[in-house]
């Protein structure tokens, strides 16, 4: 697991927001063999929630770039 990003929302009881991230290359770079950045293809799991245990968790697929 790697923090990609954070906001912290203060809600009142029974409140509700909506949040947008952007998740861009950046995000999903990682240092190769080569110590250049690099996307991998492959599977990303994507977590959301206000701790490590309790979380939404969506799958996203990157191809061959």
């Given at each position: 697991?790697?923090?990609k990003d954070f906001a912290?929302?203060?809600l009142q009881p029974g409140e509700s927001k909506v949040l947008?991230?952007?998740?861009d290359r950046e995000k999903l770079e990682?240092?190769?063999m080569d110590m250049k950045r690099v996307v991998?293809?492959?599977d990303f799991e994507i977590m959301v929630g206000g701790n490590s245990a309790?979380?939404?968790?969506?799958r996203l697929t990157v191809r061959g770039m």
């Open positions: 697991k790697e923090l912290r929302v203060t947008h991230f952007a998740l990682s240092v190769g991998q293809p492959g309790d979380l939404l968790k969506t």
